[in-house]
Protein backbone atom coordinates (compact mmCIF):
# COMPACT_ATOMS: atom_id res chain seq x y z
CA UNK A 1 0.00 0.00 0.00
CA UNK A 2 1.31 3.30 -1.10
CA UNK A 3 1.60 5.94 1.81
CA UNK A 4 -0.80 8.99 1.05
CA UNK A 5 1.40 12.21 0.67
CA UNK A 6 -1.70 14.04 1.80
CA UNK A 7 -1.94 12.53 5.16
CA UNK A 8 1.48 13.12 5.53
CA UNK A 9 1.45 16.49 5.13
CA UNK A 10 -1.99 17.11 7.71
CA UNK A 11 0.15 15.00 10.02
CA UNK A 12 3.24 17.22 10.15
CA UNK A 13 1.41 20.32 10.00
CA UNK A 14 -0.26 19.27 13.02
CA UNK A 15 3.20 18.26 14.69
CA UNK A 16 5.27 21.64 13.83
CA UNK A 17 1.58 23.38 15.36
CA UNK A 18 2.31 21.47 18.39
CA UNK A 19 6.16 21.94 18.62
CA UNK A 20 5.72 25.78 18.11
CA UNK A 21 2.43 25.88 21.03
CA UNK A 22 4.85 24.42 23.26
CA UNK A 23 7.03 27.54 23.25
CA UNK A 24 5.19 30.26 21.12
CA UNK A 25 6.03 33.76 20.68
CA UNK A 26 3.70 36.29 18.39
CA UNK A 27 5.36 38.64 16.19
CA UNK A 28 4.42 41.35 14.18
CA UNK A 29 6.75 41.60 10.79
CA UNK A 30 7.26 44.80 9.46
CA UNK A 31 8.25 44.02 5.77
CA UNK A 32 10.30 46.31 3.53
CA UNK A 33 9.86 47.72 0.78
CA UNK A 34 12.96 49.35 -1.80
CA UNK A 35 12.29 52.81 -2.52
CA UNK A 36 13.84 55.29 -4.98
CA UNK A 37 14.51 58.69 -3.71
CA UNK A 38 16.05 61.22 -6.20
CA UNK A 39 18.06 58.18 -7.41
CA UNK A 40 19.07 56.72 -3.96
CA UNK A 41 17.33 53.49 -3.01
CA UNK A 42 16.67 52.84 0.48
CA UNK A 43 14.33 50.11 2.64
CA UNK A 44 11.52 51.65 4.25
CA UNK A 45 9.18 49.90 6.41
CA UNK A 46 6.07 49.06 4.64
CA UNK A 47 2.44 47.95 6.99
CA UNK A 48 3.47 45.60 9.57
CA UNK A 49 1.96 42.13 8.60
CA UNK A 50 -1.45 40.37 11.42
CA UNK A 51 -0.06 39.06 14.45
CA UNK A 52 1.35 35.02 13.99
CA UNK A 53 2.39 32.82 16.79
CA UNK A 54 5.96 31.27 15.78
CA UNK A 55 8.84 29.77 17.76
CA UNK A 56 11.77 31.12 18.13
CA UNK A 57 14.52 28.29 17.74
CA UNK A 58 18.49 29.19 18.98
CA UNK A 59 21.23 28.44 16.28
CA UNK A 60 24.30 30.23 17.81
CA UNK A 61 26.83 27.90 19.29
CA UNK A 62 26.01 27.49 22.84
CA UNK A 63 23.41 30.16 23.06
CA UNK A 64 26.03 32.08 22.56
CA UNK A 65 26.63 35.62 20.50
CA UNK A 66 28.86 36.76 18.26
CA UNK A 67 30.62 40.08 19.21
CA UNK A 68 31.79 42.41 16.62
CA UNK A 69 33.96 45.60 18.24
CA UNK A 70 33.01 48.84 16.63
CA UNK A 71 33.69 52.68 17.48
CA UNK A 72 30.53 52.72 19.15
CA UNK A 73 31.31 49.84 21.37
CA UNK A 74 30.30 46.40 20.92
CA UNK A 75 27.35 44.65 18.81
CA UNK A 76 26.14 41.27 19.88
CA UNK A 77 24.41 39.24 16.96
CA UNK A 78 22.64 35.90 17.88
CA UNK A 79 21.43 33.20 15.74
CA UNK A 80 18.14 32.02 15.39
CA UNK A 81 15.55 29.76 13.22
CA UNK A 82 11.83 31.70 13.30
CA UNK A 83 9.48 28.60 12.55
CA UNK A 84 5.80 29.73 11.31
CA UNK A 85 2.82 27.22 10.30
CA UNK A 86 3.04 26.65 6.76
CA UNK A 87 0.58 29.41 5.88
CA UNK A 88 2.86 31.55 7.72
CA UNK A 89 3.91 34.88 5.86
CA UNK A 90 7.72 36.61 5.91
CA UNK A 91 9.86 37.73 3.69
CA UNK A 92 13.95 38.54 3.63
CA UNK A 93 14.30 41.86 5.42
CA UNK A 94 10.95 41.37 7.66
CA UNK A 95 11.85 43.02 11.26
CA UNK A 96 11.03 43.62 14.26
CA UNK A 97 11.52 44.87 17.75
CA UNK A 98 11.14 43.11 20.86
CA UNK A 99 9.67 44.18 24.56
CA UNK A 100 13.11 44.86 25.58
CA UNK A 101 14.32 46.97 22.63
CA UNK A 102 16.35 43.35 21.02
CA UNK A 103 16.28 43.82 17.04
CA UNK A 104 15.21 40.97 14.77
CA UNK A 105 15.43 40.80 11.17
CA UNK A 106 14.88 37.69 8.56
CA UNK A 107 17.77 37.22 6.34
CA UNK A 108 17.08 34.02 4.60
CA UNK A 109 14.07 31.68 3.93
CA UNK A 110 14.61 27.97 4.27
CA UNK A 111 12.50 26.34 1.35
CA UNK A 112 8.96 25.33 1.65
CA UNK A 113 8.48 21.29 2.69
CA UNK A 114 4.65 22.18 2.72
CA UNK A 115 3.93 21.58 6.20
CA UNK A 116 6.28 24.82 8.12
CA UNK A 117 8.11 27.62 6.78
CA UNK A 118 11.43 28.48 8.48
CA UNK A 119 13.08 31.77 8.38
CA UNK A 120 16.30 32.58 9.22
CA UNK A 121 16.38 35.27 11.89
CA UNK A 122 19.34 37.62 13.36
CA UNK A 123 18.62 39.03 16.53
CA UNK A 124 20.84 42.17 17.90
CA UNK A 125 20.90 43.58 21.74
CA UNK A 126 22.50 42.39 24.55
CA UNK A 127 19.72 39.99 25.73
CA UNK A 128 17.87 37.90 23.14
CA UNK A 129 15.26 35.55 24.97
CA UNK A 130 13.73 32.70 23.21
CA UNK A 131 14.94 29.51 21.58
Not at 26 to 40: M, Q, S
Not at 41 to 49: A, L, M, T, W
Request: hydrophobic content about 35%; proline content about 5%; aromatic content about 8%.
Amino acid sequence: MLWDRTEEIKIQRSTTLSFINADPITVVLIPRVKTAVRGVVEFVDDSPRSPQVMKLIMQSAAGGSIEQHTGDGTERRTDFQLLGAWDSLGDIGDHWRDSSGQWWEITAIVPENGHERRYVVESYGKHPVGG
